[in-house]
């Protein structure tokens, strides 16, 4: 929304400056002096079409970039990270208004990366953020999908000396409305360590948090695997239904493809 206003604020600029100029073209063509009164009026005219032309092509503007996040939203859920859809992202980051929308695109594109399993990439673009430009709540996501990609790299290592140098931010961001992520995030890492009861403790909150059909997949495949852990088949089996009755992505279907079979090895004999 920043980039808008700015937008609009450069456009009311021209506007002006342009009913200016038409009041002085009409005074060098008619070759008749205007009074104050007439300059007004007809400068107001003129700031208010160049306003209205402005403000349409802005609302023309923002209707295909809608369109296009769409699109873009559909393009992962159906098809995972195409090029087409990183070009889509690439473009948003090289279009953006100001330092804070590139840094907010960024983060967007290192979170596709993080999510379609290109983890190097996704290291390479969180890497290139000035961390500085990013809000509170893009700041906190950031070290979200640094510790998560280092988890799901198996690195759990790496995933815990980073949470322990950034807790406060994982702090903040369970303080807020929407923390369905952050404790997703707590929950995979509580797992890879080892701390089962926690992890499912973690994902039972993320749960309640969630707010789509994706996230609750998210945490249902992840209880899945701790009933498994916990040797509970039925609350195991339970949680791994709902996951797939959830399941809105390529990724989050092949993922439930997986607990399937898993749960089959481990209760079949």
């Known amino acids: 929304m920043k980039g808008v206003f700015t937008s609009l604020t450069k456009e009311i600029v021209i506007s002006f ?29 003129a700031l208010l079409v160049l306003l209205s032309f402005f403000l349409l092509l802005s609302v023309i503007s923002l209707i295909r970039l809608r369109r296009k996040n769409i699109l873009a939203s559909r393009t992962l859920r159906e098809q995972g990270v195409t090029p087409w859809l990183i070009g889509f992202l690439w473009e ?25 399993g290109f983890y190097d990439r996704c290291f390479e673009i969180l890497a290139g953020i000035n961390f500085h430009d990013l809000s509170q709540a893009g700041q906190e996501e950031y070290f979200n999908i640094y510790v998560y990609t280092n988890l799901m790299l198996g690195d759990a290592a790496a995933a815990r000396q980073i949470y322990d140098r950034t807790s406060m931010y994982f702090d903040r961001a369970r303080m807020r409305r929407h ?72 990724y989050q279907m092949r993922y439930v493809e997986g607990l399937r079979e898993k749960l089959e090895a481990a209760y079949s004999h």
């Not at 342009?18 to 107001?44: D, N, P």
């Not at 948003?92 to 379609?116: F, K, P, T, W």
């Not at 995030?185 to 994706?214: C, P, W």
Request: proline content about 2%; some cysteine; overall charge negative.
């Open 17 to 45: 400056w342009g009913s200016v100029l038409f009041v002085v073209v009409f005074w060098m063509i008619t070759g008749r002096a205007l009074v104050l009164s007439e300059c007004i009026q007809y400068g107001c005219a």
């Open 92 to 116: 948003s980051i090289d279009s953006a208004v100001s330092d804070g929308d590139r840094a907010s695109a960024q983060l967007v594109m290192a979170s596709v990366l993080s999510e379609g």
């Open 179 to 250: 923390p369905m992520a952050v404790l997703h995030t707590l929950g995979v890492l509580s797992y890879a360590e080892g701390d089962i009861s926690g992890a499912e403790n973690y994902f039972m909150q993320a749960r309640a948090a969630s707010r789509d059909k994706a996230s609750l997949c998210e945490c249902e495949m992840f209880l899945s695997l701790c009933y498994m852990k916990l040797n509970k088949p039925a609350n195991a089996a339970q949680a791994a239904r709902a996951a797939a009755s959830h399941a809105v992505s390529v």
